[in-house]
């Protein structure tokens, strides 16, 4: 039967062998399967293996430094780039979702392009394709369909010319939890719920600026809080707030406001194909909502979604 166990043990021997001497890199999103990927890459091989985590500035707030130093806790070789800047550039004024995750998926590439020509002599790209990933590798979704479909453009960048290694691509989600929890890695990053590579562009409704992706942070950050607070957040698959371009009239003290409505959203899933929404307690709707619009500028109302997958889609855009 397998074991994490088993798996490392054999699978960090497969890696030495394969891998010897030469240098890795590797691009780390925060989520679970990167993490897993390189914490076994690590084990194989140190310090050869070199980590980039790139700051989009569309992560959850101050999830950049939090998640960078957990991985440095962890012992990783990792690089922290802030790329913030040449990704709101880069959407600056487009509102078609498509089209954010393709100038998304564009930035990503040249910042990892040009970050991984500063490793010497790297002969390996690592990535944390999972098994569902292999078989699905059609889907329109995910890093490494943002990389396939930018193939041809331009010629491949250098990073793509290198040799692939995918030490999970036979493991289920589950699976790596298990292996990840057997490596020690924090829970903070094995229990997390999935987040789109995307990150909050898709959750701003319209064009992207800095101003709107900090409100919107803050909104979500009261949402996810309240559900770790009060021990809702592992029975929810996935939650996150959309900042919505309706504005509707409001009252605060002796003024009308005009402000912008946000929505809630959170669903149970087993594998975010269909997904229903969660009956999450009114009381605790109640108190997320007055937090929400009592500490937030620019913000005066919050909805619920209940709509399932399908026919709705997890993700707004
Ligand atoms: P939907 O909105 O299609 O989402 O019901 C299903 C799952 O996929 C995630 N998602 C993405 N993940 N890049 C990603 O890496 C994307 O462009 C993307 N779009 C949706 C979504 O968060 C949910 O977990």
Not at 2 to 15: K, N, R, S
């Amino acid at each position: 039967d397998w074991t994490p166990d088993q798996f490392i043990e054999a699978t960090v021997a497969e890696l030495q062998q394969k891998i010897g001497n030469d240098k890795v890199v590797l691009g780390l999103s925060g989520g679970v399967d990167s993490s897993v990927a390189a914490m076994l890459i690590h084990q194989a091989i140190g310090k050869n293996l070199y980590c980039i985590f790139v700051d989009n500035g569309l992560l959850r707030k101050d999830e950049f430094e939090s998640v960078l130093d957990s991985y440095k806790h962890m012992g990783l070789n990792v690089k922290g780039v802030d790329a913030k800047d040449r990704f709101y550039a880069a959407l600056a004024g487009i509102s078609d979702p498509e089209l954010k995750r393709k100038a998304i998926g564009r930035v990503f590439i040249e910042v990892f392009d040009d970050e991984a020509h500063q490793v010497e002599d790297v002969k390996w790209l690592a990535q944390g394709t999972i098994y569902p990933d292999v078989i699905e590798s059609i889907s329109v979704k995910g890093p490494s369909a943002t990389i396939k479909s930018h193939h041809n453009v331009g010629g491949l960048p250098d990073f793509m010319k290198l040799k692939v290694v995918e030490p999970l691509n036979t493991l289920f989600k589950d699976e790596v939890r298990l292996v990840g929890r057997t490596l020690k890695i924090d829970e903070n990053i094995i229990g997390r719920h999935p987040f789109p590579g995307p990150g909050l562009a898709i959750r701003i409704l319209g064009d992207i600026t800095a101003e709107k992706v900090q409100v919107l942070q803050q909104v979500d950050h009261i949402f996810i809080s309240n559900l770790k607070k009060t021990g809702l957040y592992d029975e929810v698959w996935q939650a996150g707030a959309i900042l919505t371009p309706v504005q509707s009239v409001g009252v605060m003290g002796d003024e009308r406001t005009y402000e912008n409505v946000v929505a809630l959203r959170a669903v149970t899933s087993v594998d975010g194909m269909t997904a229903d929404w969660c009956r999450l307690p009114y009381e605790f709707l109640a108190d997320v909502s007055n937090e929400i619009i009592n500490k937030v500028k620019g913000v005066n109302r919050v909805v619920y979604d209940i709509s399932s997958k399908p026919p709705a889609t997890i993700e707004w855009e």
